[in-house]
């Protein structure tokens, strides 16, 4: 006799039991389905670029309208989706009857989608080839895609038993929770749990862990609904404008009043006066019972910007990224029922559901972070223009520095173009000068900062004005090379060289944010020696520090700017002259207006100007008018240092000169020989697989069947290539391009080809972006 888990067990197996069978039921016709009279088609978000009929339950007739929210059984599970459509069936709902299903319950007693933004996500689904439903999830807060809304959030904090020696305890065992109990340690206080995860790329997997282990507190808290720039905010007199911006605040405002759509491109020099016409031509819009939605990039939203339309306005709304996801739904229904008729933010807020919208206003409408990176790929300047006209509001472009495309549509009256050619106060456009670094003379300080620039930042500190160093690379080094080998540390799951952060004396990887430890000999030949080469942000601020002395410096990037408060507090100790240099990467480089600013140093001009982009000369020009416009914006002069290798190129010697005109016209030439943007319109396709050979296959095939189908016509079919960055977070790249004259009906071909391969392949998976603005 045998022993088992539940006793003895038989050594002679017993033979198997037998059930009784039952006499089978006799057969009975189920009765026939009666087709329904109604159904309701549902938007659901999944990448199928169809809707999902479902039966409406008596009980539920009349609650099921347009733009309502239901939840529906889709396959096992039930999903939360919008109604798109309710009436008769479809012959192919007639044909299925047998297989409706029916809604399971209503989620509003009012739509949360109105008629308008259904349209025109019912248009994004058409124009970026993205399924209604993922059109949909771009509009809605979080919490109203799904059925429960939570109105807690977690906080977190590192607790006493964060030792350091817990944390180096960490570092070969869970790179993760070190990543998470080093960040935490460096704040003080507690930080939003999804704030810190989002900002980490991580789950919230590790800070449980590290919970159990009492090297983390978490606790759940209640959300409150602050809001950037909400603090207390006296009224601001406005100024008196002067005859270009009175004119532009005449032409914009005589539209809203009237209800005529129009576009209108706002060029106005840094430092012009853009924002006071954004302002003037609100207050007109709301004494004509209208709202407004005024969109900033992301980085531009800081307490000073959001301030500005404080200062003026009491119904202000902001909605941006860094906000929770009740706060994000407070600011939405605030709009919604007409509490906020003023709605500041970040690209999403496009779509804010404001009562009878009158002007969107976009700032710095150049600026490439308005185009949404995953789907729906959508830019906010396209769709805000769509939006414009379908609702009868003007929309207005502002930029000192207008993408070609929007210059180019201004130029051939597509819009109108209002121009703002000075200063206000006639204030002189700061000198800007330009350095060679290849004849500067290296040594203890040389390689970093030009002798010229090392002198106006020192006389600036002894003036007690301040000055802002720019340099668009986090990190201390960026690169970790072996002279022995000729070769440089790189990402294993990302193939790009891992930055050196001297601050945790690790080697990050910029894309997946893996971390190791910086190797004593090179893991290539074991020779020992590396060199730590170029410069980041946190090198530029540590060699500042030993420059001068006696300077009080902070640093702007993501590595130092944990929360908001951490900007917020930085921003103000600037402001209020607290700190003499302020040195970061993009998020410094707009925005901000500090009278007491003259000196600006552009580190290095060349970080962007040699990326595989046809764009890679705009952005240039762009980023270094950008910042050089921080200097010299009230009665101090200001003077610009642009450190360059390429002093002839014609970004940096347009920009020099404070010169868009000449810069856009020479652009435009190559770019229409090249038939690039805006004369051609792209499509960008990017097969991504953890086996190269198949993503590479798949490509290949790709691009023959457009061959196939674009042979003869104006289309050109590029690749199908390696992708510039060819593998990240362990998934190989492949990448090809159309391109076609603006207008031409092939467009729509190559994109309805490889949105159709991208739906019936499993792998690779296929991304397509149309009219794509990164080329990496």
Not at 426 to 432: K, L, T
Request: with cysteine.
């Amino acid at each position: 006799m045998a022993t088992g888990l539940f006793g003895e067990l038989d050594d002679e197996p017993r033979p198997p039991r037998r059930r009784a069978k039952k006499p089978a039921a006799p057969k009975v016709d189920a009765p026939p389905v009666e087709p329904p009279k109604v159904v309701a088609n549902v938007a659901l978000a999944r990448p199928v670029r169809t809707e999902f009929s479902y039966t409406i339950p008596v009980e539920l007739e009349g609650a099921v309208t347009l733009g309502v929210r239901v939840r529906v059984p889709f396959g096992r599970r039930t999903e939360v989706g919008v109604v798109v459509a309710v009436g008769p069936p479809s012959d192919k709902d007639l044909a299925a009857a047998h297989k409706l299903r029916a809604i399971e319950r209503c989620l509003d007693t009012e739509p949360v989608v109105d008629a308008p933004l259904l349209d025109l996500t019912r248009w994004m689904a058409t124009q970026y080839g993205c399924a209604w439903g993922e059109a949909l999830g771009a509009i809605l807060p979080a919490p109203l895609k799904r059925e429960r809304q939570t109105k807690r959030i977690w906080m977190a904090r590192a607790t006493e038993a964060a030792t350091p020696e817990a944390l180096a305890e960490l570092e070969e065992k869970s790179p993760e929770q070190h990543r998470l109990l080093r960040t935490l340690l460096g704040i003080e206080g507690e930080i939003g749990l999804r704030d810190l995860t989002n900002k980490l790329g991580l789950s919230e997997s590790p800070a449980r862990t590290l919970a159990k282990k009492g090297l983390v507190e978490l606790r759940s808290a209640a959300f409150e609904p602050f809001e950037v720039g909400e603090q207390g905010r006296e009224r601001s007199t406005p100024p008196e404008l002067f005859e270009a911006q009175a004119w532009a605040v005449d032409a914009i405002s005589h539209c809203v009043e009237t209800r005529k759509h129009r576009s209108f491109l706002l060029e106005g020099v840094t430092g012009s006066g853009k924002t006071e016409v954004y302002l003037r031509v609100i207050e007109r819009a709301l004494a004509a019972g209208r709202s407004a939605i005024v969109l900033v990039p992301e980085i531009s939203l800081t307490p000073q910007t959001v301030g500005w339309f404080r200062s003026r306005f009491n119904d202000v709304a902001v909605l941006h990224s860094r906000m929770t996801d009740a706060q994000r739904l407070s600011a939405w229904r605030r709009a919604r029922h007409g509490e906020a008729r003023v709605i500041v933010g970040a690209r999403s807020a496009v779509f804010a559901p404001v009562v009878d919208l009158g002007v969107i206003v976009i700032d710095e409408e150049h600026e490439p972070s308005f185009k949404q990176a995953s789907t729906p790929r959508y830019h906010a300047r396209d769709v805000a223009l769509e939006r414009a006209r379908r609702e009868g509001a003007v929309c207005v472009l502002g930029s000192a520095t207008p993408a070609l495309e929007t210059w180019h549509a201004a130029r051939t009256g597509v819009h109108a173009h209002l121009s703002l050619p000075e200063r206000v106060g006639g204030r002189p456009m700061p000198r800007v000068e330009i350095v060679d670094m290849r004849t500067e003379p290296t040594g203890e300080f040389g390689a970093l900062f030009s002798r010229n620039l090392r002198q106006h930042l020192e006389g600036a500190l002894q003036r007690g004005e301040q000055g802002i160093l720019f340099l668009n690379r986090r990190g201390y080094a960026p690169v970790l090379w072996c002279p022995g080998c000729r070769t440089t540390v790189r990402c294993a799951q990302c193939d790009v060289p891992m930055t050196w952060h001297r601050d945790i004396d690790r080697l990050v990887c910029h894309l997946c944010q893996n971390e190791t430890a910086v190797p004593r000999n090179c893991p290539t030949c074991s020779a020992p020696g590396g060199r730590m080469i170029g410069a980041g942000s946190e090198r530029v601020e540590r060699t500042l520090r030993k420059l001068f002395p006696s300077a009080r410096v902070a640093r702007m990037d993501s590595d130092t700017m944990h929360r908001r408060e951490d900007y917020e507090r930085t921003l103000s100790a600037f402001g209020s002259g607290e700190l003499d240099f302020l040195v970061g990467t993009q998020m410094i480089a707009k925005g901000l207006d500090f009278p007491r600013v003259t000196v600006v140093g552009i580190v290095s001009a060349d970080t962007s100007l040699h990326l595989p982009d046809f764009r890679s000369a705009e952005r240039t020009f762009q980023l270094i008018s950008q910042v050089a416009g921080r200097a010299g914006r009230a009665d101090l002069a200001g003077h610009i240092v642009v450190q360059t290798e390429n002093p002839e190129h014609p970004a940096v010697r347009f920009a020099a000169r404070h010169d868009f005109t000449s810069f856009a016209e020479a652009e435009l030439v190559s770019r229409r020989e090249l038939g690039y943007p805006p004369f051609g319109r792209i499509l960008r396709a990017v097969f991504e697989d953890e086996d190269g050979s198949k993503a590479a296959s798949v490509a290949d095939s790709a691009c023959q069947a457009l061959h196939a189908a674009l042979d003869g016509t104006d289309a050109v079919v590029l690749g199908p290539a390696p992708a510039p960055m060819s593998l990240v977070r362990g998934r190989y790249r492949h990448h090809l391009l159309v391109k076609t004259p603006v207008g031409s009906a092939r467009f729509a071909t190559a994109r309805e080809l490889l949105l159709e391969l991208a739906e019936s392949t499993a792998r690779p998976r296929i991304g397509v972006d149309v009219d794509p603005m990164g080329m990496l």
